[in-house]
């Protein structure tokens, strides 16, 4: 792989796979690929969901509301979830069949107790960044190659802002699994082909 790509490995936390309290389904299946994937690029980036226990996002936080529902906040709509990756839980570690022991930096997001955060770059009010764009610009990064959970929130919405930044963006499609939440992944396909994100089954 060329010195300019980076791969982001996104929210591959066991609250994402299989008896996770956000289960994704098939979220481990995707691990054994993420880890040869990996080998093959010098820059690898993984992302953590890290939130407070009294997140904004999380149903139990809002008397009467259910997990997946919509609110409005002052940043926009909401989804709110089924309270997960809680800030040094468990399920908020990095999955641990993950073997990447090049990984060059982790990214927590989602700390901010009134702001969610889907994206590795910005979190959803959309002007508070992570840190990331100014860490690939750095290291010479012009395309960046995304995995992970989940295909329509998480690593959507990194893919759509890595494009904004100006860096080219492929998304691994077997090196992820989507919610698919009330047609949202084919929602983010469509939002994704316009901004110029690129699809490749898999690199292997």
């Known amino acids: 792989m060329q010195k300019n790509s980076a791969l982001l490995i996104i929210d591959v936390q066991p609250d994402f796979c299989p008896q996770g309290p956000l289960a994704v389904p098939g979220g481990d299946e995707i691990i054994p690929l993420i880890n040869q994937l990996a080998t093959s690029f010098e820059t690898v980036v993984l992302t ?103 295909t329509d929130f998480c690593v959507a919405w990194s893919a759509e802002d890595a494009r904004a930044f100006g860096l080219e963006a492929t998304i691994i499609e077997d090196a992820c699994r989507a919610i698919d939440l009330n047609g949202s992944l084919a929602a983010a396909w469509a939002r994704l082909a316009a901004c110029g994100v690129q699809r490749a089954p898999t690199l292997i």
């Open 48 to 150: 953590q969901d890290w939130h407070p226990p009294g997140h904004v996002s999380f149903a139990a936080n809002h008397p009467g509301k259910a997990p997946f529902e919509t609110i409005t906040l002052p940043y926009g709509p909401q989804v709110l979830w089924p309270t997960h990756c809680v800030m040094g839980s468990a399920g908020a570690a990095l999955h641990p069949a993950l073997n990447i022991p090049h990984a060059s930096a982790i990214i927590r997001k989602g700390s901010n107790i009134n702001v969610d955060s889907y994206s590795a770059f910005l979190e959803a009010d959309r002007t508070t960044r992570t840190g990331l764009d100014g860490y690939l610009t750095s290291r010479g990064i012009t395309h960046v190659y995304l995995a992970g959970l989940a």
